[in-house]
């Protein structure tokens, strides 16, 4: 048997790698990586017999794929938010860049047909390219991200009346007016639907997906509904990639958002790079090669006059200057859906063999120059413009959502598994006022514990866009309280990989488990099995009428002795501090010895004479306090001491209020 589709798609995908690694080196987009790719593999270098089509298709699901996270990650409520952005500036750029090149190309002396129709290839930009890179920058939530993107859905929308008007042009459609009016029916059905499947179709039916704990499952029921709402979009003449966006605003209205993007991504990354492999095999070097300088300079004029419209477009539609520039530069390309409007010129006739081709150079062109410009244009800007030319003029507060936002939090506490333990580790740190997440893949709970006001969302750790949307690459402390083996070592790998800095404890089952969760990245793990042991003995020595004092320091020797047999074995020299420490946060009660007294006097009497290194004072945290410094009603104490003198001293506080926290932990107050 032969598979020469197969063959092609193994030589063009190890061309593509050979060729990113070697522009990795050299900080090169990976998207020209592809492209390039392409043109190696196209029939003018390697004279692969790939058919197009095949390509063609896998390139057409990777951009539905692109727009349908990008529809995920963005929202309804987003999209009204920007709505001025979206029909205003993106409306008055396709009308400017229409306009102007029509006039351009009239003046010169083209038939008014082809130069209107070269004004629909000029108005649209690369959706795919502008996503991308962005995405790839983590600048979808910049201003011009989000402004680019609300100019790119009104291109998408827009598309579909310029390829209806294509018949016109040369005569072929008999009712205009008639046919667009109908394409405004269907597209304001499209939005109705989507308001309604976001509130009573789309949660209920995940929520009973999720309810499987399947993970395939939910998968498979996330790819029906973005190729599903797409299939529903083309059905009724619109584009694939709309309805594709259509259906991830949808599922981004659901408490499952986020665990549907993760999941969603390596798919969109391997489709979304035929698409851009495609653009490289179109490319004909022998027609570049022999009218080079007027590829050049139609690419020159072509971005500039873009730039201009796009960056007027986006002022008039409330944007800083700034802003507004770097979007002009990010939309300054030629997009894929002109080429796909090109290719329905020729089947009408309307653009001849030579102007097809010429179209697909300085295009092509412009998508390869479009990646540099995307990221290299803000610090360019930034460092020449000033920065009050960065804010939205009349844009104030468009940027937040009114759904819980964990992306303003640092330093916070992310606690993984609701279970008894994390619900416990959620209760005190709303007691503690520590800002803190909750990640679960439980619907029912999540669902509940929503409506009871906890900062929660529905998630697997092992995911690692769940893991960044509850702000772990800037936690301070994460709790792992989940179950399974296999998720806890996937999930203290992710945490690594997004942050070195983070305080992670880990609870396991088996005392055999911490030095490999040592050596995962774990901060800390406390064995469940070890604790039942610690409080059985403890019951026991008060059954037997021992002292409450000496049950705790006993307690506390057993704590230290015991997770000291297997994690001292090879990384005490790492330590701090010794071992036989611990950092440790006392409440001052009113009624205790030491309230109202100086340190010193504390030394003086021999009533604690333990370093003090902090005191958190209502809001104010006293570093490094002075000896005269005087201790107050509800004042925390930072200690140092060893656990078996902190258990006999801790009556001269209030014993129920002390925490302790081993070394290298986060303040616990």
Not at 198 to 222: E, G, M, N
Not at 244 to 270: C, K, M, Q, W
Not at 465 to 475: E, P, S
Not at 515 to 536: C, M, N, Q, R, W
């Amino acid at each position: 048997m032969h598979f020469p589709v197969l063959i092609d798609l193994l030589i063009i995908f190890s061309l593509a790698l050979l060729v990113n690694i070697i522009f990795q080196r050299f900080n090169v987009p990976s998207i020209l990586g592809f492209i390039v790719a392409g043109v190696l593999a196209g029939p003018h270098v390697f004279g692969l017999e790939t058919n197009p089509d095949d390509l063609e298709l896998l390139s057409e699901i990777g951009i539905m794929l692109l727009l349908f996270t990008i529809g995920i990650e963005f929202s309804i409520k987003d999209l009204m938010q920007i709505r001025k952005t979206v029909f205003l500036g993106g409306g008055l750029q396709v009308f400017l860049t229409t306009s102007i090149t029509f006039l351009l190309t009239f003046w010169a002396g083209y038939a008014w047909q082809l130069s209107v129709f070269f004004g629909f290839l000029a108005a649209l930009s690369s959706t795919a390219i502008v996503l991308k890179v962005l995405q790839e920058q983590s600048l979808m939530a910049q201003p011009y991200g989000r402004g680019s993107l609300g100019l790119l859905i009104f291109q998408d929308l827009i598309v579909v009346p310029m390829i209806l008007l294509v018949p016109f042009l040369t005569g072929g459609m008999e009712q205009p007016g008639t046919e667009l009016l109908w394409m405004l029916v269907k597209v304001a059905g499209l939005i109705l639907f989507t308001i309604l499947g976001s509130r009573y179709i789309v949660p209920p039916l995940l929520h009973i997906v999720a309810r499987t704990h399947k993970q395939d499952f939910f998968i498979l029921t996330i790819l029906i509904l973005g190729f599903g709402v797409a299939v529903l979009t083309a059905m009724l003449g619109l584009s694939l990639a709309l309805g594709a966006f259509l259906a991830g605003l949808i599922i981004s209205e659901t408490d499952y958002n986020h665990e549907a993007f993760g999941n969603i991504v390596p798919f969109r990354d391997i489709f979304t790079s035929f698409f851009f492999v495609l653009i490289g095999m179109f490319l004909n070097l022998e027609f570049i090669a022999n009218h080079v300088w007027v590829i050049i300079g139609l690419t020159g004029i072509v971005l500039v006059l873009k730039t201009a419209i796009v960056t007027f477009s986006a002022y008039a539609s409330g944007y800083r200057a700034g802003v507004a520039l770097i979007m002009g530069l990010a939309l300054s390309q030629i997009g894929e859906f002109s080429i796909l409007l090109a290719q329905t010129g020729r089947q009408y006739d309307l653009l001849s063999v030579y102007y097809h081709q010429m179209f697909l150079s300085v295009a092509l062109m412009t998508m390869v120059i479009s990646p540099f410009l995307i990221k290299s244009g803000p610090q360019w800007l930034l460092k020449w413009l000033p920065s009050r030319l960065y804010h939205k003029r009349l844009i104030t507060h468009s940027d937040e959502r009114s759904v819980i936002s964990f992306k303003k939090l640092e330093n916070h506490l992310v606690v993984i598994g609701m279970g008894q333990n994390g619900h416990n580790i959620s209760h005190a740190a709303e007691y503690a006022k520590i800002d803190h997440v909750i990640i679960d893949n439980d619907a029912d709970l999540v669902q509940q514990e929503k409506k009871n006001g906890e900062p929660i969302i529905f998630g697997n750790a092992e995911n690692i866009a769940v893991l960044k949307q509850a702000g772990v690459d800037r936690a301070g402390t994460v709790v792992i309280t989940i179950r399974s083996a296999s998720s806890i070592y996937t999930a203290l790998q992710n945490i690594r990989r997004l942050t070195e800095n983070a305080y992670i404890i880990v609870r396991t089952k088996h005392v055999e488990e911490l030095e490999h969760l040592y050596k995962a990245g774990a901060s800390d793990v406390i064995p469940g099995e070890f604790e039942t042991a610690v409080e059985i003995f403890r019951r026991v020595l008060k059954h037997n009428l021992v002292p409450e004092e000496d049950v705790r320091q006993m307690a506390a020797h057993m704590r230290e002795n015991g997770y000291g047999l297997f994690r001292h074995r090879e990384y005490e020299t790492s330590k701090p501090f010794s071992p036989n420490f611990t950092i440790s946060a006392v409440r001052v009660d009113s009624d205790s010895v030491v309230c109202n007294k100086s340190i010193e006097q504390l030394r003086k009497e021999k009533v604690f004479d333990e370093p003090i290194l902090a005191i958190q004072r209502g809001d104010e945290v006293v570093t490094n306090p002075s000896e005269n410094i005087e201790l107050l009603k509800d004042d925390i104490l930072v200690v140092m001491a060893r656990p078996e003198e902190l258990a006999c001293k801790s009556c001269v506080f209030e014993p129920d209020d002390t925490k302790v926290i081993t070394p290298g932990g986060q303040k616990g107050f």
